[in-house]
């Protein structure tokens, strides 16, 4: 396999941008989906927990709902894919156990012998001081997948566009969240620019590089 150069990569990060105007006649490839929902599924997390679900919306008239709840932003309805990214509201015994199963399957090992993990994840997250702010460690692990799917989607020459600018508790109603175990967060739009986007010709807009990373 040939790996992609550094020149190339940065080229790619600098032709993302977040997208305002997406082509509504432009959809992804089920192959570009996939990998894209490889990116979440392979996403890193603190000890593995990975506290977080995925909704991607397709049904259209859930999308209007979620426009409106949206500040009106035309990204949610135009673009191909849209991604809301929700984390888990508590971290329980349950949950950590469930996991520590997965584990022992999959890599094919006895759960005596996870305990000391298990116990580990339980005084720290579930029964320590850290379970007060349970939902702001699970945000966390969801902004590194976010990372992961939007730089995944700017090497595939896919256009992105991550959207804070949503009422969290309306997406829950509209997705029919209120009652279970996960909340929204933020969500991501995928697909295609619409040429007419002026904001795809805009300079980039960053600080300093020798500002933001300094050297010891
Ligand atoms: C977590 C997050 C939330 C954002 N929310 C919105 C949003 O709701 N609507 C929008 O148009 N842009 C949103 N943006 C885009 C930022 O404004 C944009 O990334 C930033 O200005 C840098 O520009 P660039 O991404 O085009 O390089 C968001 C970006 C991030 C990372």
Not at 175 to 185: A, F, K, P, Q, R
């Amino acid at each position: 396999m040939t790996l992609p150069s550094e020149i190339n990569f940065t080229h790619q990060l600098n032709w993302r941008y977040a997208c305002k105007a997406f082509d509504p006649n432009q959809k992804l490839t089920p192959e570009q989906w996939a990998i894209l929902a490889e990116s979440l599924h392979l996403s890193p997390s603190s000890y593995g927990l990975q506290p977080w679900k995925f909704w991607v919306v397709q049904n259209t008239e859930l999308r209007r709902e979620l426009r409106m709840a949206s500040w009106n932003q035309g990204q949610v309805e135009d673009c191909s894919h849209f991604v809301v990214f929700t984390t888990l509201k508590t971290l329980s015994e349950d949950y950590v156990n469930h996991y520590m199963q997965r584990i022992a399957d999959v890599r094919n090992v006895e759960l005596s012998t996870l305990e000391g993990y298990r116990q580990a994840i339980m005084g720290g997250l579930v029964n320590g001081d850290r379970s007060h702010t349970i939902q702001h460690w699970a945000q966390r692990q969801s902004y590194i997948a976010m990372g992961s799917l939007l730089t995944t989607a700017a090497y595939l020459q896919v256009d992105t566009c991550p959207l804070e600018g949503i009422s969290a508790p309306e997406y829950d109603r509209i997705l029919g969240l209120e009652t279970s175990d996960y909340t929204t967060i933020a969500a991501v739009a995928l697909g295609f620019r619409s040429a007419n986007d002026k904001y795809q010709h805009a300079p980039k807009v960053r600080f300093d590089i020798n500002d933001i990373i300094e050297y010891r």
